[in-house]
């Protein structure tokens, strides 16, 4: 049984920082892409940051230089260190997995969420 499990999300002023993790069980983290998604009130779910089985990296320029991502193939564990966080970070964070990059619907197993809000 596949599942993921999100948890680090909370309530954090502007410029501040917030580190999420999620957790595989009956997953191989290091043989698929893996991601982190948000998804806002009354708006689409949309990609944050993927990681490939190669380490390879994505993120969205909304992201980019204030989010990392990171996966230890070992504790089959997925990372999202966040900072500089903005009021437009407000979102429920989802972590995903066996997809393809920031193509939402390749993605076959979703957490259930972590809120954040900024």
């Known amino acids: 049984h596949v599942q993921l499990v999100e948890s680090g999300g909370g309530s954090v002023q502007a410029g501040g920082s917030l580190r999420l993790s999620c957790e595989a069980s009956g997953w191989l983290f290091r043989t698929v892409c893996v991601a982190w998604f948000r998804q806002a009130p009354g708006k689409e779910r949309e990609a944050v940051a993927s990681?490939?089985?190669?380490?390879?990296?994505n993120y969205a320029n909304s992201v980019k230089g204030r989010f990392t991502i990171s996966k230890d193939n070992a504790k089959n564990t997925l990372d999202l260190q966040m900072n500089n966080l903005k009021p437009e970070d407000t979102a429920m964070y989802f972590c995903?997995?066996?997809?393809?990059?920031?193509?939402?619907?390749?993605?076959?197993?979703w957490g259930q969420g972590t809120q954040v809000t900024v």
């Open positions: 990681i490939a089985s190669d380490r390879g990296t």
């Open positions: 995903a997995a066996d997809g393809w990059w920031f193509e939402r619907s390749s993605y076959n197993v």
